[in-house]
């Protein structure tokens, strides 16, 4: 018993005590002999383990009791003979305490982790009633909402009834859908009231367009139907070939109410009334789906007027096709092709006995000029009135003494209608070799040459500028002067008129620089296009004037052109062009002949030059 009270050594020792609060135990985590907190049994856990490390077999029931097992000193510890006992020592005792203590440190970290997991559910179950009471919230209000509108339904369905004593309207209809639209935006797309305009505004509509007429008042319901436009057409492109179930609120709307007031009219109408109801498809084509208006174009309107062209007879109707044809021009357009190939049938056929003395064909067939495409237009003009045209001009007699022009001017009344090339054709087969002929008789029989200049000139006045620039036409005209001036060079002629030569001279002169300066101009507007475009010329090299034109050729075909120093010709300077002497007077490039100055253009001086 002494052992208990008084150390060995004689001494007193006080004892140490190590203190550990509730609040560090569960900072750290882990008991006093540093193990962490077991975690829960499971199957494997629970496994049977037979440890032999030691002098004597023991039974585990766990992986994690082994980890935890103790060195007991009474079987591993044995005490030498001679070793002494030092102090109290009980380690069973001790060993229990340290159970005990270890228990209640993991009771106490194991009710503080399920004092914070239940916080942290709270926690967690608190969000969560906050976002259960917000969803609910919500679908409350969408619940009002709906309710809201289905007793917006149920209204508009009572008042559609025909014993309501306050029936629905179309203005109030279209002020529902816009409150709808505004306020119930969302449920509006979500379940596609637009739908509801089937059975709510479908009805209101085909009793609005009861007792309409389109042509008579073609504007009706208009303003109507563009606010319904707005209220129910959705964004994408229908066609008519969808579905009619599938197919836009708007479109079908159109459809099944508007489209039978307009096909009745059509069956109705008159082609030849066409003011009417082109006025009437035009004022409506802002409001009219693109497929429906092709339809009655291509299914209503088309037959009728195709019916009416195959009744149509050029000699005996007073009103001309083009009057009930061209104004569907607009909205039909490449629609009417095919009824262009019997129109021209009927109008070859009507020109069979024509005469180009009768101005009424060129009043019938000149609308229709800008509708043709340009070869069928040509085509039609060389089978039906150039062979006529050519056979007036044939016939035409040319008089110097007692001249009757009315055939020429009807023949070159048609020149904005033909081809000029039909026309130079025309001209030079029938026209010009008589009259050559007739100035050649003339010549040899001592006329008088200022009448015969007249003459000349008068004749060359009856053409037309495009008509004169062609190479044939100048080409028989300056066989006229040639001639002219063969007759003026003999010794007869120029004793029996005398001054005749240098009138006709002159003449020949003025001619050929009016043809050279129309060459000459148009070189240029050729050479300031190709600038413009920049095509071969810079900006620094494009011509400013005529003369900057022959340096810019001359150089590029490399030909010496340079001002001869001193040397001048009625005032006006002198160049050399190559091996030619020129100069150049108001735009007009004149080359140094045998006897006087000839005017040239610009591509002959550069054939002379090389």
Avoid at 206 to 235: C, H, I, T
Avoid at 336 to 346: A, F, G, V
Avoid at 350 to 369: G, N, V
Wanted: hydrophobic content about 40%; overall charge negative.
């Amino acid at each position: 018993m002494s052992q208990w009270r008084k150390d060995p050594t004689g001494g007193k020792k006080k004892p140490k005590y190590n203190y550990k609060t509730v609040e560090e135990l569960k900072a750290k985590g882990t008991t006093s002999l540093g193990r962490k907190m077991a975690t829960p049994q499971t199957e494997l856990s629970q496994v049977k383990v037979i440890d032999m490390t030691g002098k004597e077999q023991k039974v585990y029931y766990s992986y994690s009791q082994i980890t935890q097992k103790h060195d007991i000193p009474d079987d591993v510890q044995s005490l030498g003979k001679d070793a002494k006992s030092e102090g109290f020592s009980l380690p069973e005792l001790e060993h229990n305490l340290e159970l005990l203590i270890e228990m209640t440190e993991q009771e106490i970290i194991q009710n503080d982790r399920q004092l914070q997991y239940e916080k942290d559910m709270v926690i967690n179950i608190s969000h969560e009633n906050e976002k259960l009471s917000e969803v609910l919230e919500h679908e409350g209000k969408i619940i009002d909402k709906l309710s809201h509108i289905l007793q917006i339904v149920e209204d508009c369905e009572k008042r559609l009834q025909p014993s309501c004593e306050n029936p629905l309207t179309l203005e109030e209809c279209a002020n529902i859908f816009e409150m709808l639209q505004e306020k119930y935006f969302e449920e509006y797309k979500m379940f596609d009231l637009a739908e509801l305009s089937i059975a709510v505004v479908f009805p209101l509509l085909r009793e609005y367009f009861k007792a309409w007429n389109p042509l008579q008042d073609n504007e009706y319901g208009l303003e109507v139907m563009s606010k319904w436009r707005k209220l129910l057409e959705r964004d994408q492109l229908q066609h008519g070939g969808c579905d009619m179930l599938s197919m836009d609120p708007y479109h079908r709307l159109m459809w099944e109410v508007w489209m039978p007031s307009a096909r009745n009219i059509v069956s109705q109408w008159l082609p030849r009334n066409c003011a009417p109801m082109v006025d009437f498809l035009e004022n409506w084509m802002p409001v009219v789906p693109l497929w429906i208006l092709d339809n009655i174009l291509e299914q209503l309107v088309f037959p009728k007027l195709q019916r009416e062209v195959e009744s149509w007879n050029p000699l005996t109707d007073t009103v001309p096709i083009h009057a009930w044809i061209h104004p569907w021009l607009p909205l039909m357009q490449m629609r009417l092709e095919p009824l262009y190939s019997p129109i021209r049938n009927k109008l070859s056929n009507a020109l069979q006995k024509w005469h180009p003395s009768d101005s009424s064909a060129k009043l019938i067939l000149l609308p229709w000029k800008d509708v043709f495409t340009p070869g069928s237009w040509e085509a039609f003009m060389v089978k039906n009135i150039v062979p006529k045209l050519g056979m007036c001009v044939s016939e035409f007699v040319i008089n110097p003494h007692q001249q009757h022009m009315d055939a020429f001017h009807w023949v070159m009344d048609w020149e904005d209608m033909i081809s000029p090339s039909s026309l130079i054709g025309l001209l030079e087969k029938n026209f010009f070799g008589k009259w050559l002929q007739v100035l050649c008789s003339w010549l040899s029989n001592s006329p008088n040459y200022e009448e015969i200049t007249k003459w000349y000139l008068g004749w060359k006045s009856m053409f037309s500028d495009q008509v004169l620039a062609h190479p044939t036409v100048k080409e028989k005209f300056n066989e006229a002067l040639d001639i002219m001036n063969r007759a003026v060079t003999s010794t007869v002629g120029g004793y029996m008129q005398p001054g005749a030569r240098e009138n006709i001279a002159y003449l020949t002169h003025t001619e050929r620089r009016r043809d050279f300066q129309y060459e000459a101009m148009q070189e240029r507007r050729e050479a300031e296009n190709m600038a413009h475009r920049g095509i071969g010329v810079t900006s620094t090299s494009i011509p400013m004037n005529f003369k900057d034109l022959i340096q810019a050729k001359a150089e590029e075909h490399n030909i010496v052109f340079m001002p001869l120093m001193g040397k001048r010709h009625e005032g006006k300077q002198l160049y050399t062009f190559g091996r030619i002497i020129i100069y150049i007077d108001r735009g007009v490039v004149f080359v140094q002949g045998e006897k006087t100055w000839v005017p040239t253009s610009l591509q002959s001086l550069i054939d002379m030059a090389k």
